[in-house]
């Protein structure tokens, strides 16, 4: 993957390039380092982004059965 991908994915996500490295634990200057002519975003991040978006899909899922269930235990 290109870099401007990287880029436009993180932000079609609501993410930021710093946002990604805290969340990747990568330091901000290592994820720029992939903007340099002759290098490319490491495979690993576009299956990381993936299970990202699974996880947050989980907690929206949770967060509305808590809400369903509380409603019933009233």
Do not use: H
Request: aromatic share 14%.
């Amino acid at each position: 993957m290109e870099y401007e991908e990287f880029k436009k994915i993180l932000k079609d996500i609501g993410l930021s390039v710093k946002e990604f490295s805290e969340l990747a634990q990568l330091s901000y200057r290592t994820c720029n380092s992939w903007s340099r002519e002759n290098r490319k975003v490491p495979n690993w991040v576009q299956p990381f982004i993936n299970l990202y978006l699974e996880s947050q899909e989980y907690k929206k899922y949770k967060e509305s059965i808590n809400i369903l269930m509380g409603g019933l235990n009233k």
